[in-house]
């Protein structure tokens, strides 16, 4: 039996509008490969083996689920994010651990940057 060794990851993301999302997580990732693999939805490259795909949904429901996104400078990255105009929580700290800070894309969906700590 061959070894199973995920190579990439690609996470889903549903928004009421397509052309709005692209061009609000164009800013969210700027300078990235993109992708239109179909009609109707459109990827972005995260990092060299993660992706977020957008597609339209006309539900207006809240994600339940949250997307982390690790950073090396909370404080920095914290300032874009609300360059952004959207729902930004405080930074928060466990001690020792992480610091991380809750936001909320402009379609509803959770992320959140963290930054681990003594790395």
Known sequence: MEN???????????????EEGINWYRK???????LIP???IWEISVTSSVWL??????TKEISSRSINLETNNIELSHDFIKS???KVGKIEEVPETVKYFEFTDPFGNNFSFVQVLNQ
């Open 4 to 18: 199973h060794k995920i190579k990439s990851v690609t996470i889903g993301i549903p928004i009421t509008n397509l």
């Open 28 to 34: 969210l990732f700027p300078n990235q490969k993109e």
């Open 38 to 40: 179909m009609e109707g």
């Open 53 to 58: 795909q957008l597609f339209e949904s006309d």
């Open 84 to 86: 952004l105009n959207v």
